[in-house]
């Protein structure tokens, strides 16, 4: 996965960021503005705040223990150790966000993270941003074609389409 992440762009270059996230933030420095959930070494949490700096709130990055431990020196964010299929531990975070995980597991586990998600989250606040490969309905390209072939080899899982 690192090694994928290095070849694309963070979402904070494509994503307008400022108009959808830091505009609508209204807590304070103490307050969570982004649980980053399953975010691994903590590159793209890197990316946010080097691309944000004067993004307020706190940061929280979360992984299992093992990865955690290895985070990048440095990194301007708390960092959680935590199993996506437990209860979310943050609650009431301004934004969740995910990237390249509900690929990896089926419709039923999917479901499960999104439940202990959505239990966290503060109703008419708290937003879920999830950064995922849609395929196309017809006509898929060879590589997204190919991705979705190594879901299902190495983890019994797929991409999904727009319909799906």
Known sequence: MEGDRGSRPSWTEWF??????????????????????????????????ERFPDAR???????????????LPGLQ??????????????KGAYIYFMKFILHDWSDEQSLQILRHIHDAMAP???RLIIEEFILPETDCPMLPAMWDWEMMVFLNSFERSEGQ
Do not use: C, M, N, W
């Not at 400022?18 to 990316?47: N, S």
């Not at 706190?58 to 990865?67: G, T, W």
């Open 124 to 126: 008419g606040y708290s």
């Open 16 to 49: 307008p960021v400022e108009e959808e996230v830091i505009a609508g933030y209204k807590g304070g420095d103490e307050d969570v503005f982004l649980v980053y959930i399953a975010g691994g070494r903590g590159h793209d949490t890197k990316a946010f705040r």
């Open 57 to 71: 709130g706190r940061f929280i990055l979360e992984d299992l223990s093992h990865v955690i431990e290895q985070a």
């Open 77 to 90: 964010a708390e960092k959680l150790p935590f199993d996506f299929f437990k209860e979310q531990p943050v």
